[in-house]
């Protein structure tokens, strides 16, 4: 089974959310995979984990000047992926979907008859509604509606998501939840933990959010945290200090870290050296994949209901449900005092609710899932071809 993923922006290496999802569910794939991407290079082509990682540069001088060179780019990629001959294709979907509309057709005029999937890491449209005009939100609503017609099959990241492609659209998507590599996470040892203490500077206890601020629910949870929250916990009595990673925040606080984008390979040991993770979103679709790495990790959290939609977290002892800022606060102040008076910064808990989101299990089976759509539309293409004849 070779497989091509599609995705228009850079999977690889994984920086923020989307990205992750989509490197991850090609690792975890079986089969031969390709990933087609864009990148800040041109012409690479690179094998990474068994992956063959093919980019395309798109100009990264601003987002009006990425959007031009990506309708130039669309049809080099169709063509590219036509030359792959794959059994299959998939979308991956975050926030390109008037792209993608116009890639698929390309595909088909490039003479690509292989099964396409898309795979919404959102409804693109909600998202859209919250913070665009309405001609973007308008021609979102058109662009999605279109590709889950026109797809040989769609996947939502939960049921919630699922249910709300099916009310606005009359067509009710498989499942495909966003996952975690729980094995990643669990080799940092305590030594490299504490040597990103060191490096990062962070004291004892320090609250962690991960999220890039121009994405509107991370900017709220971010807005949140230091303007309202943390300086409410710090004036309960807790010295909590807060690091945000991600990328660069408009922010400068004496108690605030803020080193921007972490390696990947480093992402394990900055994780455990924190001692709470936060998730104060409210607003967004989709899953949020922060809430299972730090899980993962091993992390207590303290997270708004909204943060933890769409995930089986049902009795997690480790996730604290908070539904406003002010209770936000209280609940962080007390996890925070907790950890400190436990007396071992980064200590871990156990989720054993993660086991149904492990990215080897979750790939499989989409793998199945779309083993069963190529012979599927490989059975309806023989049946027309012979009623032709």
Same mark, same amino acid.
């Given at each position: 089974m070779r497989t091509a993923l599609i995705s228009l922006y850079r999977s690889y290496p994984a920086t923020f959310g989307a990205a992750s999802v989509s490197y991850n569910l090609a690792k975890f794939m079986p089969g031969e995979r390709y990933v087609l991407q864009l990148s800040d290079g041109e012409g690479e082509e690179k094998v990474v984990d068994d992956l063959t990682i093919i980019s395309f540069r798109a100009s990264q001088s601003s987002r009006a000047a990425k959007l031009l060179s990506l309708a130039r780019l669309l049809p080099r990629i169709a063509r590219r992926t036509r030359d792959l001959h794959p059994d299959a294709v998939?979308?991956? @979907?975050?926030s390109?979907?008037?792209?993608?509309?116009?890639?698929?057709?390309?595909?088909?005029?490039?003479?690509?008859?292989?099964?396409?999937?898309?795979?919404?890491?959102?409804v693109e449209y909600l998202l859209r509604r919250e913070r665009s005009g309405r001609l973007v939100t308008g021609l979102t609503r058109w662009a999605e509606r279109a590709l889950l017609r026109s797809c040989d099959a769609a996947y939502a990241v939960s049921d919630i998501d699922a249910g709300r492609f099916c009310a606005l659209y009359g067509i009710r998507p498989g499942v495909l939840p966003n996952g975690v590599d729980a094995e990643r996470f669990a080799v940092a040892t305590a030594e490299e933990a504490t040597r990103a203490r060191t490096r990062y500077g962070l004291t004892y206890p320090t609250a962690l959010f991960m999220g890039g601020y121009p994405y509107l629910p991370n900017r709220e949870a971010i807005d949140a945290l230091v303007q309202d929250i943390v300086p409410r916990v710090r004036r309960s009595g807790v010295p909590l200090s807060l690091a945000v990673i991600g990328g660069e925040v408009p922010y400068t606080r004496s108690w605030l870290r803020n080193p921007g984008v972490i390696l990947d390979a480093e992402l394990p040991a900055f994780l455990k050296a924190c001692d709470v993770c936060v998730a104060p979103i409210f607003s967004g679709s989709g899953t949020r994949l922060k809430v299972l790495e730090y899980l993962a990790a091993g992390k207590p959290v303290v997270a708004t209901p909204k943060a933890v939609e769409g995930l089986c977290l049902a009795g997690a002892g480790s996730v604290t449900?908070?539904?406003?800022?002010?209770?936000?606060?209280?609940?962080?102040?007390?996890?925070?005092?907790?950890?400190?008076?436990? @007396?071992?910064?980064?200590?871990?808990?156990?989720?054993p609710e993660l086991a149904r989101y492990g990215w080897r299990a979750l790939a499989a089976a989409f793998g199945d899932d779309i083993a069963r759509v190529t012979r599927r539309a490989n059975v309806q293409s023989s049946v027309l071809r012979e009623a032709a004849k």
């Open positions: 998939v979308l991956e @979907g975050a390109w979907t008037v792209y993608y509309v116009a890639l698929l057709r390309l595909m088909r005029w490039a003479g690509l008859r292989t099964p396409v999937v898309y795979h919404g890491h959102n449900l908070a539904e406003n800022r002010a209770r936000f606060a209280r609940c962080l102040a007390q996890v925070a005092k907790r950890e400190s008076e436990v @007396g071992v910064p980064g200590c871990e808990y156990r989720a």
